[in-house]
């Protein structure tokens, strides 16, 4: 089934949510190797499949919102779950998007008012500008911080449904009837 139903999460739910998830690990990880790198020589590659990775998931992120918002509708909460752990989680869920939304903004206004574009996609040897002097850098490194503390709560709050309170949530953002 491509939609979700109020059971379980649709086939286009759970991909684009498993998809995005590994590519956000590869943005936080090439992303804070990018920055501790000294030599262009280094940071270049890593920055190269960090850009093209960030672009992909902002396709999919702006593809996650259309699809929630005209085609599909989110499962009921699972049952015997607290008011306010949903409302928690609403928050945590809206939090991502606005998080990852603001890094591909903020990492398009560096590129732009760097001008670093050509440097890091033309041909090797070139001089990287120091992205510490565009503002953007500033809610970049703060957001990264941020989308890494989201994704340790989010994940902890799927295992403790899945292991302690055994109530499927796990099961249900997967392919299945
Ligand atoms: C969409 C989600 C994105 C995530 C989750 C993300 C994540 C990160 C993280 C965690 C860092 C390290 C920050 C630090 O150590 O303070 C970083 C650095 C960087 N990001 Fe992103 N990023 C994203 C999008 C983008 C985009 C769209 C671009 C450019 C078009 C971009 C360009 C950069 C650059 C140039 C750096 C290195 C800054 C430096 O060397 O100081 N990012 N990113």
Request: aromatic letters at 12%.
């Amino acid at each position: 089934m491509l939609k979700s139903n109020r059971d379980r999460y649709g086939a286009v739910a759970v991909s684009i949510h498993w998809l995005t998830a590994i590519l956000i690990l590869v943005l936080l990880g090439s992303g804070f190797q990018a920055a501790n790198a000294v030599d262009a020589a280094v940071k270049t590659p890593f920055l190269r499949v960090h850009i093209s990775v960030a672009i992909v998931v902002l396709v999919l992120t702006v593809f996650r919102i259309v699809w929630w918002w005209l085609f599909d509708l989110k499962p009921l909460p699972v049952e015997g779950s607290p008011a306010w752990q949903e409302r928690i989680a609403s928050w945590v869920h809206l939090g991502f998007y606005i998080v990852v939304l603001g890094m591909a903004a903020s990492g398009i206004g560096m590129m732009i008012l760097s001008g670093a574009a050509p440097a890091v996609f033309g041909p090797p040897g070139a001089a990287l500008p120091n992205f510490t002097d565009y503002p953007p850098r500033v809610p970049h490194g703060l957001g990264g911080r941020l989308l890494a503390r989201l994704l340790a709560f989010h994940a902890g709050a799927a295992l403790y449904h899945h292991f302690i309170r055994r109530d499927g949530l796990l099961r249900r953002m997967w392919y299945g009837r």
